[in-house]
């Protein structure tokens, strides 16, 4: 959208609000302005109310903190105890209003708002990430776990650095939130429509609070198991597109010279038992009623036993063609094809990989309430974070190369790809031998200490009544190790009996099958090595590819040390317009940042050259917003801030690891091999910046009931993004070099509407009025300037990688004491990617979009509530099945083949929860 495009929408925004004072609406009762209103499960609650509990609750609970926040914000909160609407963290975020999320691997994460990435993520208000990341993987919090999401949207001094798309914080349950004792838990059992497996959810709190001599003191432990046992299977065409030879000749005839059709089909089934063990305490102690000193305690773990195989037939450039069938409208793109004992055969690999993530924070802290309604608050903490990784990978290859008949867009199965063999028994371990062995691993380590002291006091000078300011420090330390990943072939031939599958001390099953929910003709399942047998016999094929026995030694990568230090100063107003109120912020946080990282350039597995850079950025951070309260029910808000995200560690990495060996394009005949590849971070990254303006008009109408707009831009300098940079060193002579590059301006603007509400219309019966419906609706204009390696081929302003441009909700409810029931519809439109693609018409690498096409998921959720003290929950994710579809031009002239169908995940879940 141009400037005049924006112009229009920030005046239809504000000619909205000079419109609004002559609106009739209902009214409500008010609500003291805070920050974001702190909330608990059991709040007290006058017996002249009706009493309502369950989801309805939670939405009250949620329109409250947006209507009474000083800062835009969206915010889910528990229906009770240990109950979000879905089982983790991500997949209850992406109900609210402007959140997306990436929904693979049997799970939804990758959680974007307002399109962009770059979020803080912080717990009970301080900062938490994962490893040496900056931020946590949201669906690492289990839904058990949590008592309430803030989105914010805009965010005031007061809150810790928002990156540029926003702050999501996480707040935990705390004993003081309960009127008393609490133990709260459930089982839940799950099963998996892919890869056909079961599993549990389980979860414990245990809570009290006393009354002693020192004072009241409150204590709540907690706990929780969650399983994730998925099969995601793929097939696709390998997005590499080969030209056949022109020298072929078949009966005197040269055979389809020139045509086109990719280098692979594959089918994949990336599959992994996870699971994910957390524990958090939090211990209260309030000697008077303005004093309170608190500590706790958070333990996220994560553990994956992945056992991922795949199976490849290939194609090639040399190999006569047969039964060959073009692609509608099209001279040289070949649709369908066979190939007779010919080409490069078929290959795959069965994957024994591990991982282990262990998360710990703890902090303690005070809050003082002092006379006059203000408080001062300090709080500490330090966060420890390990990610560890080891993945062996065992390559395949048919002892023959067999006649394979491929459909590089099957229709049966709405498009992509699909192949078999009709001569090759793929069940029969004579069949097959082995190809080459890989390992790598990783060990990832984030360490930091922060503290922040604030003050919130009120004042009475002019229009301003209250006054905020703080100081935070935090300090963080990174480091990286790695193995990389090299397949290593065996050392005695490929003719040696030693490599044929009957002959290895290896243990072998039917490989996984998935695909369920595909017409198309492929083989679902082959003969592969197990998990287990691979690792016990890990020694045994490292002889065979000429490698020392045990794992191999990882090697630094890079490590970096930053600092932070901060100071915000921050005014609340308020004044009278006739008869509306206008009040807000205004304020500003200033960051000095200092971050130090090393590492080394690399060749091949030589010692490498040492090399350090330090950086340091000075920002400041200011905030103005205008909330206008038109009347109890219905007001206005205009903010402008700025933001910044600071590139991650390994982004940041100045470690350049160049392969030894020459690479070679295989898209031309015959390949050339005359470059070296590279990869690593880029040192000189610079933190991206955004200058926000938001607008929005709120209207609530009941409790539970509201509608509201928003308009917001954002406009933004230095995207960050992987690109391909060719240099020529004068040692190494050409690179093919994959490395983050900040990218030029950028910009992301749009709309949110949201409406909620209950049917509560008197002349309906009492049944009819527990039915609700909640929709909200997103529309982004999005677009950047690519980074100059990439803009050589995609000049001018491009869409942002992996941004949807509309997102949709909807759910229709019933909830009611005895049973609630929930169908949730979460929508979000294709989106793209960037790659680098080879083609040989012309004479340069092309930077070329992959497009993802829009999906929708369809969920369905509820409970059945016998007693006050017992319910049964059961719900149904992906109900319908959602297959992910991408697709990806591979030339100049934007010819397109389909490149990937993906068949999700379908997870049943059904269980009892108790409450005492």
Not at 249 to 268: D, E, H, L, W
Request: charged letters at 20%; proline letters at 5%.
């Amino acid at each position: 959208m141009n400037r005049r495009n924006n112009r229009l929408l920030i005046g239809a925004s504000a000619l909205a609000l000079t419109a609004l004072p002559g609106i009739a609406v209902a009214q409500t009762a008010e609500q003291p302005a805070a920050s974001v209103p702190e909330t608990g499960q059991d709040t007290e609650i006058d017996p002249n109310e009706i009493i309502v509990s369950g989801f309805r609750r939670s939405l009250e609970t949620a329109q409250a903190i947006k209507k009474d926040s000083d800062d835009i914000v969206d915010s889910l909160v528990a229906e009770d105890i240990g109950k979000l609407p879905d089982s983790t963290g991500a997949e209850s975020l992406a109900r609210i209003t402007g959140v997306q999320v990436d929904r693979l691997n049997g799970e939804a994460g990758g959680v974007r708002l307002r399109g962009l990435p770059d979020i803080t993520t912080t717990y009970n208000g301080r900062e938490i990430f994962t490893a040496e990341g900056r931020n946590v993987a949201l669906q690492d919090f289990p839904a058990a776990s949590v008592s309430r999401f803030d989105v914010f949207k805009t965010a005031g001094a007061n809150l810790v650095e928002a990156g540029i798309a926003g702050e999501i914080d996480v707040k935990s349950n705390k004993p003081f939130n309960f009127k008393g004792s609490r133990i709260v838990g459930g089982i839940t059992g799950l099963h998996w429509r892919q890869s056909q497996e079961f599993g549990i959810d389980a979860n414990l709190l245990i809570s009290n609070r006393w009354e002693t001599g020192i004072g009241e003191i409150g204590l709540l432990v907690e706990g929780s198991y969650t399983d994730n046992k998925f099969v995601d299977s793929y097939r696709d065409n390998n997005t590499q597109i080969l030209r056949h030879a022109a020298n072929v000749v078949v009966g005197g005839v040269a055979n389809y010279p020139n045509v086109r059709y990719p280098t692979r089909v594959s089918f994949q089934y990336p599959s992994s038992n996870r699971f994910r063990p957390s524990a958090s305490a939090a211990l209260q102690w309030r000697p008077s009623q303005s004093l309170e000193f608190y500590a706790d305690f958070l333990f996220q773990g994560f553990r994956a036993a992945g056992e991922s195989s795949a199976l490849h037939f290939d194609t090639g450039s040399n190999a006569p063609l047969y039964d060959v069938t073009m692609c509608e409208g099209s001279t040289d793109l070949v649709c369908q094809m066979t190939m007779r004992g010919a080409g490069n055969g078929i290959t795959g690999y069965q994957v024994a990989q591990w991982n282990k993530t262990d998360t710990y924070q703890g902090g303690t802290g005070f809050i003082w309430k002092v006379p006059g309604g203000g408080r001062i608050t300090g709080d500490v903490a330090l966060t420890d974070s390990r990610n560890w990784n080891r993945n062996m990978q065992f390559n395949i290859f048919t002892n023959s190369l067999g006649t394979r008949v491929f459909n590089f867009d099957d229709q049966s199965g709405g498009g992509g790809a699909s192949a078999y063999v009709t001569d090759i028994n793929l069940a029969d371990p004579a069949s097959w031998r082995m190809l080459n062995f890989a390992e790598n691993g990783a060990d990832n380590h984030g360490r930091s200490f922060q503290g922040r002291l604030d003050a919130d006091l009120p004042i009475d000078f002019a229009i301003f009544d209250r006054l905020q300011a703080g100081v935070r420090y935090s300090n963080r330390d990174a480091d990286s190790y790695n193995d990389p990943a090299e397949n290593r072939t065996p050392t005695l031939g490929a003719t040696d009996p030693r490599i044929q599958y009957v002959n290895l001390p290896l243990d072998f099953e039917m490989s996984m099958i998935g695909f369920r929910g595909d017409p198309t003709t492929h083989p679902r399942t082959w003969i592969t090595p197990t998990r287990q047998s691979i690792i016990h016999n890990a020694d045994y094929l490292r002889m065979l590819v000429g490698q020392p026995a045990g794992y191999p030694k990882l090697d630094w990568v890079y490590s970096a040390n930053e600092k932070a230090y901060a100071a915000y100063l921050q005014t609340h107003y308020k004044f009278p317009i006739g008869s509306m109120e206008l009040d807000g912020q205004l304020g500003l946080r200033v960051v000095r940042t200092t971050n130090d990282i090393s590492g080394t350039l690399k060749i091949g597995s030589g010692a490498g050259t040492p090399y350090a850079k330090t950086n340091e950025y000075l920002d400041y951070l200011p905030n103005v917003s205008a909330r206008l309260k038109l009347s109890r029910t219905l007001q206005a808000r205009m903010s402008f801030t700025k933001t910044r995200t600071r590139p991650g560690f390994g982004s940041l990495n100045p470690t350049l690891t160049v392969n030894a060996t020459l690479a070679c394009d295989n898209s031309v005949t015959p390949p050339v091999c005359n470059y070296r590849t590279a990869s690593g971070g880029n040192p000189d990254l610079q933190p991206v910046e955004s200058t926000n303006y938001d607008a929005s008009l709120e209207y609530y109408f009941s409790r539970s009931g509201s509608a509201t707009v928003q308009v917001f831009r954002r406009d933004i300098i230095g995207f960050i993004n992987n690109a391909t940079v060719f240099l020529n060193d004068p040692e190494l002579g050409p690179l093919r070099v994959d490395r983050p590059e900040n990218g030029q301006k950028g910009y992301i603007q749009g709309i949110e509407a949201g409406f909620r509400t209950f049917f509560k219309i008197p002349s309906l019966p009492q049944w009819m009025q527990n039915f609700g419906v909640l929709a909200n609706y997103t529309y982004l204009d999005h677009g950047s300037e690519l980074s100059p390696s990439a803009a050589a081929t995609l000049p001018g302003i491009q869409p942002l990688s992996g941004v949807s441009s509309h997102l949709a909700n909807a759910q229709f409810f019933y909830d009611s004491k005895p049973l609630s029931l929930r169908l949730s519809y979460n929508y979000r439109s294709s989106f793209q990617t960037y790659g680098v693609v080879t083609d040989p018409a012309v004479t340069t690498q092309l930077t070329l979009p992959t497009v993802e096409k829009g999906r929708g998921t369809l969920d369905f959720s509820g409970s059945l509530n016998p007693t006050d003290n017992v319910s049964l929950n059961f719900s149904i994710a992906n109900l319908l099945g959602s297959q992910q579809r991408t697709y990806r031009a591979f030339n100049a002239k934007g010819d397109t083949y389909a490149a990937q169908v993906r068949y999700l995940e379908t997870v049943y879940r059904m269980g009892v929860r108790f409450r005492f």
